[in-house]
């Protein structure tokens, strides 16, 4: 007998699916996929060993994941009964959506009204998504016979000795990851024309009893559509694009064409600023691990050649007294918030700079919780403008008494436009974790596990602090560089793998894992020392002692 924990109960069975198992409590719960022995598998798993069983639904982080993804699943499948000639490829995660883009046909009102009735169809039949897997010789015939690229980046993947599609009906496509076990579970979803594209909409994490209203990006947008354009020059859209680059020993080319976007991206907004006589400060915002700090560096060189000298000022000394720090819903105090920084002080200053006048500049003592004053002076020559970099440089709170005109603000985030395949994305947040993994262990000494264990609290963080403020920025900065992730792996997968599955982060590690090593390996040394990336695995021209 196989022993089951469900709930802090025992479970006595023989080998069984979790469908069966479970069936109750899963319709009970709505759960799209489970967890066991922390990780992340189909309702259609079959347990054939000791283990302990979690249900997860959509207010699940990876539970929402699996419903995004069986949306995307279904909308492939509903465009290729309906334009079998034309295909879809998803672009971008925006507002509670995933924009689709179509290729070889028109999006029209037509269209959309078409996918629709075909997408309510397959979900009121409720279907079933069933996983197949082949072995590579197997793979390498049938797709000799299908002549078709849906999946096809597993076969070169030396990791494994399988491949795997998801079947519905006579419809099959690949996806990295879980699927729902039905085309049922889509329970609430709203398809419409938007961007020249097809806008998927999904509800929200925090109610997912209905769908939020959604929320235009256009500057994003542009960004995300900018950088995408540049990279269809280079002809690296899809991960196996760049492993044929990285293979045909061609890729200290690309790194040399990707760093130079960056620069001319760079030099655009330093005259953009240039322009705008009146600005005198600079502020910079952005999550975790977009290279804020190298950024600036680099943004300085480009002020400088247009004979701006930018002097730094640091939010992080304007913090209030430790007594008068608000604290969160559990008590302890919340140093994120805007109400954390002592702004009447910072705008006092500020002001002062700006007019010439000297200021005292303090000093925060983080384990006396106070501000010290060491004698340190500063004033604002006339060649002089202030860069300052905090979490809420985009919020006009921060600022509050500085006039609009002296203000220039910069978003900055690494917005991945690398894809897997035609559907399925890298995720711009996983990026960012590859790279704070990384960097967290190379700088600061901290294990994966550490790096993963608080994720989710930073995440929380820019959802309160950054991410609604992002449209106010007069220029946004994509610091993602289509190479990085085949130099990072090298760095992250040991890390991971430190990672068992006696921990509840052991789930995020597997997939985090799974994606990268899809990637071919890139030498840390074609690295340029002026890269953004430096400030993530060393060795960075703007960070030696």
């Not at 319709?27 to 000791?50: G, H, M, P, T, Y």
């Not at 979803?189 to 020249?196: A, D, L, M, R």
Request: glycine fraction near 4%.
């Amino acid at each position: 007998m196989i022993k089951i924990t469900y709930k802090n109960k025992i479970i006595n069975t023989e080998k069984v699916k979790v469908s069966t198992l479970l069936k109750n409590e899963i319709a009970q719960k709505n759960a799209i996929a489970c967890r066991f022995n922390n990780e992340v598998k189909s309702l259609d798993f079959e347990i054939n060993e000791n283990g302990t069983i979690q249900l997860i639904d959509i207010k699940d982080k990876d539970g929402m994941r699996i419903y995004r993804r069986g949306l995307v699943y279904i909308l492939t499948k509903a465009f290729e009964s309906l334009y079998p000639n034309a295909k879809t490829e998803i672009n971008f995660q925006l507002s509670n959506s995933m924009l689709c883009e179509v290729i070889d046909a028109e999006v029209n009102d037509e269209m959309i009204q078409n996918i629709n009735k075909k997408f309510k169809e397959i979900v009121d039949s409720d279907l079933p998504i069933i996983k197949k897997r082949m072995s590579k010789k197997e793979a390498k015939e049938f797709y000799n016979k299908e002549k078709n690229e849906k999946g096809r980046l597993q076969i070169e993947d030396g990791y494994k000795d399988k491949v795997s599609l998801y079947y519905c009906e006579d419809y099959y496509n690949y996806f990295y990851g879980v699927l729902p076990i039905s085309t049922g579970f889509a329970k609430l979803y709203e398809i419409v024309k938007y961007h020249n594209g097809i806008l998927i909409r999904y509800p929200n994490r925090n109610d997912i009893t209905k769908l939020p209203n959604f929320e235009e990006n256009k500057k994003l947008l542009e960004t995300l559509d900018e950088y995408e354009s540049l990279h269809e020059t280079l002809h690296i859209q899809t991960l196996y694009k760049l492993n044929r680059v990285i293979k045909k020993n061609k890729i200290k080319e690309y790194i040399l064409l990707d760093e130079a976007l960056h620069e001319k991206k760079l030099a655009s907004i330093a005259d953009d600023i240039v322009k705008r006589k009146k600005v005198k400060v600079i502020l910079i915002a952005g999550p975790s691990s977009s290279g804020k700090t190298t950024f600036a560096q680099r943004l300085g060189i480009q002020l400088r050649l247009n004979g701006l000298k930018p002097v730094t000022m640091s939010v992080d000394n304007y913090f209030v007294e430790r007594k008068d720090n608000p604290k969160d819903a559990d008590g302890n105090y919340d140093f994120e918030c805007i109400e954390a920084i002592d702004t009447k002080l910072f705008n006092d200053h500020i002001l002062k700079l700006l007019n010439g006048e000297e200021i005292d500049v303090p000093t925060f003592d983080f384990e006396e919780g106070t501000k010290k004053y060491n004698g340190e002076k500063m004033r604002l020559k006339d060649d002089q403008i202030l860069v300052i970099e905090g979490i809420h440089c985009l919020n006009d709170r921060l600022t509050t008494l500085i006039p609009k005109e002296q203000k220039y603000k910069i978003y900055i985030s690494c917005l991945t436009v690398l894809n897997l395949d035609f559907n399925n994305r890298i995720s711009t947040t996983d990026s960012r974790l590859i790279r704070r993994i990384v960097r967290d262990n190379q700088f600061r000494g901290y294990s994966a596990l550490h790096t993963l264990k608080m994720w989710d609290s930073v995440n929380r963080g820019e959802e309160r602090n950054i991410f609604p403020y992002q449209e106010q920025a007069d220029s946004m900065f994509n610091s993602s560089l289509i190479y990085e992730i085949a130099v990072l792996k090298d760095y992250a997968i040991p890390l991971l793998k430190e990672i068992d599955n006696s921990h509840p982060e052991y789930s995020e590690a597997k997939k985090l894992l799974s994606m990268l090593e899809y990637f071919n390996s890139v030498p840390a040394e074609y690295v340029p020392t002026n890269s953004l990336l430096r400030e993530f695995i060393g060795g960075s021209i703007f960070h030696e002692k």
